[in-house]
């Protein structure tokens, strides 16, 4: 996946609507590069936007993809029909939106049937780090629903909104007991699984922050822990491993492989991307201010891990929608709010202007 950096000239100027945009630079502060960190948000909650419409209607979520596997030509020639495999992600306030996105996404490409549950009174959330996801349903609908995969982001407060959803725990409980698949990432296996009592005699993995609350004897600072049914992970930077061995266990290791291959996650002589060219030296004596536009359509791995990682800098992001709504509709179905509309982004000036694949207007 590739994101286009838009950088600006030196003067400082209104910004027209979709023009070139000119930027500024002091020599104050010095920016080289902006690297992960691990910083657990704890915002207090907005009055809720979004109310849940009751229905009857099975829940719908966007289709998924056809399930990524080989065939020879003899196999491909006769139309084999697979049942999809049915995961439950769960958001609340304060869920790490990285997580709950990574999660979503490359389980979505490896054509599995995600269902984004909101444990709140409406379907849609504030995450921790600001970003705003709609979900495809409340909780209480999928109370009777059996998954192959049920699979906690982590997060705070986020973790505690899940552990305080008695419907979610019932829902919880039930996977385990029924050893089916069941994982949880970040602050989730302490806050939320641990009370729950869905850890015993299971090694487990978590935050740093959140370790020292696990049972010592069964605590692992692994990145990726499995344990029979139960997958632990440690926070925002292990997300894609979390997620990928969730695809392993529900597809086999070649799907597994594919998507990572699929997401750039690895170079081919499998070592990791570091190396960067044209390296340019930014100056503020200000708050860096960043706009990013989306769209329907747009990669929500890629405009998620942006913001949150540039919030977590204490970069002024403003995220603003180039359709008819704030709310879009991403490329692999997960429903994004934007900050505001392109137009009222336009007044004003930006230094940094990021562009996510693809951005194209769908009207």
Partial sequence: MESMLCLLSPSPTKLPPFKKLTSFSASKTTFSSLSFASM??????????????SSSKPIKT??????????????????????????????GF??????????????????AEVIVASVEPQLEVEAAGGTRLVADTSISKCANEVFDLVALPGGMPGSARLRDCEVLRQITSKQAEGKRLYGAICAAPAITLLPWGLLR???MTGHPAFMDK?????AVASKIQVSGELTTSRGPGTSFEFALSLVDQLFGESVAKEIGQLLLMQADDDTQRKEEYNKVEWSFDHNPRVLLPIANGSEEIEIVAIVDILRRAKVDVVVASIENSVQI???????????????????????????????????
């Fill in 40 to 53: 657990i948000f704890s915002p207090q909650p907005k009055t809720p936007s979004t109310k849940i419409r």
């Fill in 214 to 218: 696990l049972p010592t004897f069964w």
């Fill in 201 to 203: 005699r299971k090694q």
């Fill in 94 to 111: 304060g869920t790490e939106e990285m997580e709950a996105v990574i999660i979503v996404d490359v389980l979505r490409r490896a054509g």
């Fill in 329 to 363: 509709l991403a490329s692999q179905g997960i429903k994004i709010v934007a900050d505001m509309l392109i137009g009222d982004a336009a007044d004003s000036v930006y230094d940094l202007i990021i562009l996510p694949m693809p951005l194209v207007h769908s009207n």
């Fill in 62 to 91: 966007p289709s998924p993809k056809t399930p990524i596997t080989s065939m020879s030509a003899q196999e491909s020639s006769t139309p084999v029909s697979l049942p999809l495999k049915k995961v439950l992600v769960p958001i």
